[in-house]
Nanobody
């Protein structure tokens, strides 16, 4: 089992930046792809960004490309999401997740592939 704990959410004005962190414990972090998802009120959870176990490949939702950057530090068992040029439509609860299989060379984007989830952190962007 792995425990995932997100931090770094908060309230920010449109155009501002936030950096989310997700600390993992309990399972070999470096073997698994990691991703960030978000869920706005009344909407389904959606993929935001992901990174392979090695960190060599990343993928992003079209809505955040060019504004968000995912990265991981396997030595610290942590994955990050740098969010710049934030928009009110980025307002959501953000969750980090770890995939079930490990050692994938592509970035999974389907929620069903991810077996471990954090508790979420709220990001609110005011206009």
């Amino acid at each position: 089992q792995v425990q995932l704990v997100e931090s770094g959410g908060g309230l920010v004005q449109a155009g501002g930046s936030l950096r989310l962190s997700c600390a993992a414990s309990g399972r070999t972090f470096s073997s698994y792809a990691m991703a960030w998802f978000r869920q706005a009120t009344g909407k389904e959870r959606e993929f935001v960004a992901g990174v392979t176990w090695s960190g060599d490949s990343t993928d992003y939702a079209d809505s955040v490309k060019g504004r968000f950057t995912i990265s991981r530090d396997n030595a610290k068992n942590t994955v990050y999401l740098q969010m710049n040029s934030l928009k009110p439509e980025d307002t959501a609860v953000y969750y980090c997740a770890q995939d079930r299989i490990g050692y994938s060379y592509y970035v999974p984007t389907d929620t069903n592939v991810f077996g471990s989830w954090g508790q979420g952190t709220q990001v609110t962007v005011s206009s």
